[in-house]
Every structure is written in structure tokens, then in C-alpha cells.
């Protein structure tokens, strides 16, 4: 198992509609076959200042390559992450031991 | 619910006994009263240089405030996460909408 996650800023402006739609559309990378436990999540420590995560796990790294792969993700990425993210940072996980 | 999140990286050269200590002291965390679906992660992705994670859910901030109030967390935190742990970053989350 590898979980893929994603800590991020967005430039919307809080609670603007822009961000929701950005949100609403980075939904759809869920249904890219391999997703497993796609979650959105708000991050609250205040000991960092990155504001949004995703969260999903893959069965393995042939999962995980078919998701970065896939034209779904390719273009999000182009489209909507790019230009609307801010800043971030990937952190991925598999089980220790 | 809040999931606690901690990445970091040991003082400890990889593979070494005093680094396998660590994890298996760290690994009582998972006991404090409120602590859920303790894990201990291998950080894998090459986009970062931390090593490591802990995971844990809480039902909420009562169980979150009173885990790290707890004496054996206060203990941990003092006696072995200060002098051994090189770097770190905490992200916590809350389920989004």
C-alpha cells in the first residue's frame, strides 16, 4: 500500500467560489482507476500555514503510476494545479515494517 | 475527527539499533487514552527528504489537548523526540465540508 498525500495553499481567496470549484473539480480524480480512499481534507495545525490536503492510497506502484499517468490527472495538474496552487509539498507513505 | 500527522527525520543512521529503539518507544504513543488508528509510516516519496511518519486519529480536540497533555507523551516529547529527531513537520487534518 502507498498513500499519496498532497499539503496545499491555494491563491483563491478563502471560502471564494473559485476555491470550491477548484475543490469540486479535484474530486474528480477519485474515479482515475486505482484510487482508493480519496479524501479532501481541511488542514488545521496552526503550526503550519498550508491550508487544504488530499489524501488516497494506491494497491501499489503500478497504481500509483497509472494515477500520475492517466490524461485525468495530466490535465488537472496543467489546468487547475498549476496555476491555482500556491505552494505545496507530496508526502507519501507506505507501511513501516 | 482530527488526524494528527507527524513526517521527520532521526539524528539515528538509517538502520541502526538506536533507530529501531525510537520507533518501538514511540510505538506506546499509540496507548494514551484517545489515540486511534496509530500508525507508524515509511515517508517514500523522493520529493522530500523526511524519512518517516506517525498517523493517529482523535474524536475530537478534548482527546487531542488530553494526549498531549499526557505524561508518557510530555516524557516522550523531553526525553527522546527532542534530542533524537532531526526535523519534522506536523500536519493535522479535519475531514473538509
Known amino acids: 500500500m502507498i498513500r499519496h498525500t498532497v499539503?496545499?495553499?491555494l491563491r483563491h481567496k478563502p471560502g471564494s467560489v473559485e476555491e470550491q470549484e477548484?475543490?469540486?473539480e479535484a474530486k474528480k480524480?477519485?474515479?482515475i482507476p486505482g484510487v482508493k480512499k480519496f479524501e479532501q481534507l481541511r488542514q488545521v495545525s496552526p503550526k503550519n500555514d498550508?491550508?487544504?490536503g488530499f489524501s488516497m492510497e494506491f494497491a501499489g506502484?503500478?497504481?500509483y503510476s497509472g494515477?500520475?499517468?492517466h490524461p485525468f490527472h495530466v490535465a488537472f495538474v496543467r489546468?487547475?494545479?498549476m496555476p491555482e496552487?500556491?505552494?505545496f509539498l507530496e508526502i507519501d507513505y507506505e507501511p513501516l515494517g
Request: proline share 0%; net charge negative.
Open 7 to 9: 499539503v496545499f495553499t
Open 85 to 87: 496552487v500556491e505552494k
Open 22 to 24: 477548484f475543490l469540486d
Open 67 to 69: 494515477y500520475n499517468n
Open 50 to 52: 498550508f491550508r487544504f
Open 29 to 31: 480524480l477519485a474515479d
Open 61 to 63: 506502484q503500478a497504481a
Open 79 to 81: 489546468d487547475r494545479w
